[in-house]
């Protein structure tokens, strides 16, 4: 009977699925408790690495190369950082609690994040990286990397990380970089006049371009004349100049682009597309609309205000001939080949002396003949103190020590501020006030057009490349990725002029974007930052 009873109850089955519930419960109610711990986490590393690719993206928008970056970049940080909640819970945090991303460049135990400024980054993303990338000074910086610290999420499970621990740690990371773009700015590039000749090294290449932005920002630049001169050459030098790709093709559309300033595309630094082949004929005569001289395809355009002339064009122009004449091509009055005659015009940036690079000529210092310019140009009048220009206006870089005379920019900024300077009269006749009339500008009045919202026509754009290193890597054949040093506003001291079968042009260099740059040219750049890390 004993037996039979036993043998009924343990061939019943009744209530089975009661038991294997209860069973199971307590796996089913962990593995719940676990997903939810997991989802828990990767919304933390969400978040947290949301915030990190924020602050990388916004420090590295400020690494430019100037003094001041990196002072600008930790501030753009704080910024972003202390006004962003982040939740998912924290240290000793429980389910549906918040952190507070914090930084402050100068208390790291109060920060939730690490920040590093970096020169260089590994090839490879499996590489770490290394004490000896990071950047000693803000000119350096080119990469932001923003780690977070360890934040402990209260787990409601605590299994997967031991009986004895209830946390898991989360983390994040993020390295920007900082990329520079120029829209609206005359497709030329310009050898860096600093690059050694024949170069072919990487380390010649980054010691050009330290040469170039140390030279300008302790003003061994300013007031220096710079003849640069086009070349067919396969192998292009210091000295040099050539010029970039724009919307379309050919010599004509180049032109137009150089006379407007609107070639149409942004140019990045790190990846520009130059323009082959030699351009010779219109390409003069595109920049020269800048000083009202209109021939070749543009002998129509002067009633266009596209190429109206700048308010101050003078240049040592011959004013024999009529109207026709005087507005048609650069006829400059000449003393044997030298363009200018103290007897009758010079131009700006007269007089300077002037020794070769290896496509072209620099002058050995500010030393063009400031004094004999005033004297033709503003005949009896007292040629005003270096001070006084310069109180007007002043490009001139260093924040300490002066110049012995004032650069033809400033001088060219004093005239323009003073209208009697601009109708004054050379012995030859000519002034400084665009003519009018017959071949000569008769498009808008030029007053329609002010210098902060339409720019100086006067003034060029251009890329700076070490042609010699990009050459010997294969970049200046066309449709290749070139990487230009810096970009530079300049001043045209006087009309480009041909020589032969070669065009030069005259120039100064009035700011550079990167260390030692006067900020000027933030209105033409398009300053980005990309995430690589």
């Not at 980054?206 to 070349?231: C, D, M, V, W």
């Amino acid at each position: 009977m004993l037996r039979k009873a036993i043998k009924s109850f343990w061939d019943d089955s009744h209530g089975y699925v009661i038991a294997l519930t209860l069973i199971s419960m307590p796996l089913l109610l962990g593995f719940s408790l676990l997903v939810i711990d997991v989802g828990r986490t990767g919304n933390l590393h969400t978040d947290l690495q949301s915030a990190v690719d924020a602050m990388a993206l916004a420090g590295a928008r400020e690494l430019d190369g100037r003094d001041d970056a990196i002072t600008r970049a930790d501030a753009a940080i704080e910024a972003l950082a202390n006004s962003a909640a982040f939740g998912s819970g924290g240290a000793g945090m429980s389910l549906g609690s918040y952190i507070t991303v914090a930084y402050d460049a100068d208390n790291d135990a109060a920060s939730t994040v690490t920040v590093t400024y970096l020169k260089e980054i590994p090839a490879s993303d499996d590489d770490p990286i290394t004490g000896a990338m990071v950047a000693a000074t803000a000119s350096e910086a080119s990469y932001a990397r923003v780690v977070a610290k360890d934040q402990a999420m209260t787990t409601i499970f605590p299994l997967p990380v031991g009986f004895n621990r209830d946390t898991i740690n989360v983390s994040a990371e993020a390295v920007a970089v900082y990329r520079a773009s120029a829209c609206d700015v005359t497709p030329i590039y310009v050898c860096n006049p600093f690059e050694p000749p024949g170069n072919t090294s990487a380390a010649a290449n980054e010691q050009a371009a330290e040469a170039l932005h140390t030279n300008f920002a302790t003003g061994n630049l300013y007031g220096r004349q710079i003849e640069l001169h086009s070349t067919s050459s396969s192998a292009p030098g210091p000295g040099n100049f050539g010029f970039l790709a724009t919307y379309g093709n050919g010599a004509n559309v180049l032109a137009e682009a150089l006379a407007t300033g609107s070639p149409g595309v942004c140019y990045k630094q790190h990846a520009l597309e130059t323009k082959t082949g030699a351009m010779a004929g219109p390409v003069e005569a595109g920049l020269n609309t800048r000083f009202g001289f209109y021939s070749g395809s543009f002998g129509k355009a002067h009633d266009d205000g596209r190429y109206r002339p700048a308010r101050n064009v003078r240049s040592a122009q011959a004013q024999t001939g009529g109207a026709n004449k005087i507005c048609g091509e650069y006829n400059p009055v000449m003393a044997g080949s030298t363009v200018g005659d103290v007897s009758q015009a010079v131009p700006l940036g007269y007089g300077a002396s002037m020794t070769a690079l290896a496509g072209g000529k620099v002058s050995s210092g500010n030393d063009w003949q400031y004094g004999n310019y005033w004297n033709v140009a503003h005949p009896g009048m007292a040629t005003p103190l270096v001070s006084t220009i310069l109180s007007n206006h002043s490009s001139y870089p260093s924040p300490t020590g002066s110049p012995s005379q004032p650069s033809a920019y400033d001088v060219y900024r004093y005239e323009l501020n003073n209208s009697t300077l601009i109708n004054h009269a050379s012995a030859n006749g000519e002034t400084g006030a665009p003519l009018t009339g017959g071949q000569c500008y008769s498009g808008p009045d030029l007053s329609n057009y002010t210098s902060g919202d339409y720019g100086d026509r006067r003034e060029i754009f251009a890329a700076i490349v070490n042609c010699g290193y990009e050459n010997a890597v294969g970049h200046l054949n066309g449709h290749k990725e070139t990487q230009a040093v810096a970009f530079a506003r300049m001043f045209l001291t006087k009309p480009a002029i041909q020589d032969g079968s070669e065009r030069y042009l005259s120039l100064e260099m009035i700011d550079i974007t990167g260390k030692g740059g006067r900020g000027t040219l933030d209105e033409f750049l398009r300053e980005e930052a990309e995430l690589v890390r």
